[in-house]
């Protein structure tokens, strides 16, 4: 059975293709104070209806040494909008500050344990997690949050404050897994759209 990223744990390394045409590796954000890791993918209503506030987040911390990286990892065969053209698509329709990486494996996402599109791990200067989970508590509904964990973590991250708390539920809709000895929850029981 697999479980999401303990708190204290280092990032898993990646090596996957982004939607600009380049490849990218954990190593290629050292030159990057902080590091926001977090799954994505096209089609799930919690990730459309939140974008815009993980835009604001990411856009104002810029600045402060945050960067970050969203992955899909979900199975294109479940959704084929999850898969790369639809990749490409999104990133030129909406210029969203992070890049954008193809988990098509699922590696990445079973080696993070992740559980929710979006899931969200703030990394360290050393690289090691300080949070995860949620963004906000509203991601269906940007109109209705209330709590915007991320931002509040980061906020505490780069004024050199404790995180507290380090770890929320992610709240959205359960990664698409390609096959279901692959992961702790079976398919029919994930979906929450």
């Known amino acids: 059975m697999a479980f999401t990223l303990e708190i204290g744990s280092k990032a898993p390394y990646f090596d996957l293709p982004a939607t600009d045409g380049k490849r990218y590796t954990t190593d290629s954000f050292n030159d990057e104070k902080y590091l926001v890791v977090f799954f994505t993918c096209n089609h799930c209503p919690y990730v459309i209806g939140s974008d815009e506030v993980t835009r604001e987040t990411a856009e104002k911390y810029a600045g402060k040494g945050v960067k970050f990286v969203a992955i899909n990892s979900n199975s294109k065969n479940t959704y084929p909008e999850d898969d790369f053209d639809h990749m490409v698509q999104r990133m030129k329709e909406h210029k969203f500050p ?78 698409k897994w390609e096959g279901k000895e692959k992961h702790w929850m079976p398919a029919e029981a994930c979906d929450l759209v």
């Open 98 to 175: 992070w890049v954008y990486l193809y988990d098509e494996s699922q590696e990445v996402a079973l080696e993070y344990g992740a559980l929710r599109t979006p899931h969200f791990y703030v990394f360290d200067e050393d690289r090691k997690l300080v949070y995860t989970g949620r963004g906000v508590d509203n991601p269906k509904d940007a109109t209705a949050v209330t709590v915007n964990d991320l931002d509040r973590v980061l906020g505490e991250l780069t004024s050199g404050k404790e995180i507290s708390p380090a770890v929320t539920n992610p709240i959205g809709c359960n990664v």
